[in-house]
């Protein structure tokens, strides 16, 4: 496929363009960019030194990536933005590069980033992703693999959202949300439940989808300290590799973060 850059884009010779990629008219491309191949690259889009993007992604207008980070401790490190291969990033996204901190700000493959979305520095967001219209996340956010965040949701600076799980819109996201569950509210951000419909249009069996809800019903709905509630599902819960995966998020979060709880509690 021959590559296409608009004659009033302005592209770095610095920068690497793959094969096949589209270049629209007014967009600005810096140094130290490289693009893949059969990216398209839609008009007055701003990507800036240290992006990396994979192949046949789409960049709609007004997109701006890889720009400074908003960290006042930034001082002009050598930092990176990387999204994956065949990402969709909507009109007037914003994806600040990385800082010391990591380095780097990710963004998976086959992802959906919709319209005026931003992605703070540090960001880590998996595959598979759909991140709805002006979603704003801060800093260091981690998002799981099939995640989807409602829109004009804000995500809390180094809030973690686990795979497979759901935020609703206008959701004031300030606390860890786990694997495969739904979490929403503005003024109270809590758990809502499994996911189930996300699970089932995902292949997951009835049987795992109640290992699952059996799992958080321990969790949430036992009245135990959540350690306590934590041993009970190893010592009585099957090791299925979600259950692992459930387990882990706690205790790799253990050190004085916190997690949703149910509206009841």
């Known amino acids: 496929m021959q590559t296409g850059i608009h004659p009033t884009a302005i592209v770095d010779p610095g920068a690497v363009i793959g094969d096949g990629v589209v270049v629209g008219p007014y967009t600005i491309i810096d140094e130290d960019v490289e693009i893949g191949e059969s990216t398209v690259i839609g008009?007055?889009?701003?990507?800036?030194s240290g992006a990396r993007l994979g192949r046949s992604c789409r960049v709609h207008a007004g997109a701006v990536l890889a720009g400074i980070p908003q960290d006042l401790k930034f001082v002009g490190e050598k930092t990176y933005l990387y999204v994956g291969d065949r990402t969709v990033i909507r009109e007037c996204v914003t994806l600040n590069r990385g800082t010391n901190a990591s380095g780097k700000t990710v963004i998976g493959s086959d992802c959906l980033i919709m319209a005026y979305v931003h992605a703070g520095h540090d960001c880590m967001i998996?595959?598979?992703?759909?991140?709805?219209?002006?979603?704003?996340m801060g800093g260091h956010c981690e998002i799981g693999d099939y995640a989807f965040i409602g829109g004009l949701s804000g995500v809390h600076q180094f809030v973690r959202i686990g795979r497979y799980s759901m935020v609703?819109?206008?959701?004031?996201?300030?606390?860890?949300v786990p694997p495969?569950?739904?979490?929403?509210?503005?003024?109270?951000?809590?758990?809502?439940?499994?996911?189930?419909?996300?699970?089932?249009?995902k292949g997951f069996s009835s049987e795992k989808i109640t290992l699952l809800k059996n799992t958080y019903r321990l969790i949430f709905q036992s009245?135990?300290?959540?350690?306590n509630a934590l041993e009970?599902?190893?010592?009585?819960?099957?090791?299925?590799?979600?259950i692992a995966e459930i387990l882990e998020f706690f205790?790799?979060?253990?050190?004085?973060?916190?997690?949703?709880?149910?509206?009841?509690?």
């Open 43 to 48: 008009p007055h889009v701003h990507v800036a």
């Open 126 to 136: 998996g595959n598979h992703v759909i991140i709805a219209n002006s979603v704003q």
């Open 168 to 176: 609703g819109g206008i959701s004031r996201a300030s606390l860890d």
């Open 180 to 201: 495969y569950v739904m979490a929403g509210g503005h003024d109270a951000f809590r758990y809502e439940g499994l996911n189930i419909v996300g699970l089932k249009r």
């Open 223 to 227: 009245g135990l300290l959540l350690s």
């Open 232 to 242: 009970k599902v190893r010592s009585e819960m099957p090791l299925e590799p979600e």
């Open 251 to 265: 205790s790799a979060g253990s050190n004085g973060r916190k997690f949703l709880k149910p509206f009841n509690n």
